[in-house]
Nanobody
Framework: QVQLVESGGGSVQAGGSLRLSCAAS????????MGWFRQVPGKEREGVAV???????RYRDSVKGRFTISKDSAENTLYLQMNSLKPGDTAMYYCVAEGGGLWCGAGYWGQGTQVTVSS
């Protein structure tokens, strides 16, 4: 019943911007959290940003001041605005929802969207 579909990934040069979107369906009205993870091949997935039901947010230290997580008025679409992109941001980005833990990673997952940043 729950579906998360990411879009907006692509290739950009360092210093550029990109906005990721996650279209969500089937989620309950009262959700605990929604967020973004990323993964580089051979490494563990890491939490990037999360927004909780009380409106609070959390960001990975390396993206603070550059990335902004938000939801639309209907709370059916999640966004990640990424500015001042760096080569280290290159990864597959995943949308997550309704999970436990610090980064909301214990619930539903999308299929991912690739982000590549060149120097």
């Amino acid at each position: 019943q729950v579906q998360l579909v990411e879009s907006g990934g692509g290739s950009v040069q360092a210093g550029g911007s990109l906005r990721l979107s996650c279209a969500a369906s089937g989620l309950p009205y009262s959700g605990y959290c929604m967020g973004w993870f990323r993964q580089v091949p051979g490494k563990e997935r890491e939490g990037v940003a999360v927004i909780y039901s009380d409106g609070s947010t959390r960001y990975r230290d390396s993206v603070k001041g550059r990335f902004t997580i938000s939801k639309d008025s209907a709370e059916n679409t999640l966004y990640l605005q990424m500015n001042s992109l760096k080569p280290g941001d290159t990864a597959m980005y995943y949308c997550v929802a309704e999970g436990g833990g610090l980064w909301c990673g214990a619930g539903y997952w999308g299929q991912g969207t690739q982000v590549t940043v060149s120097s």
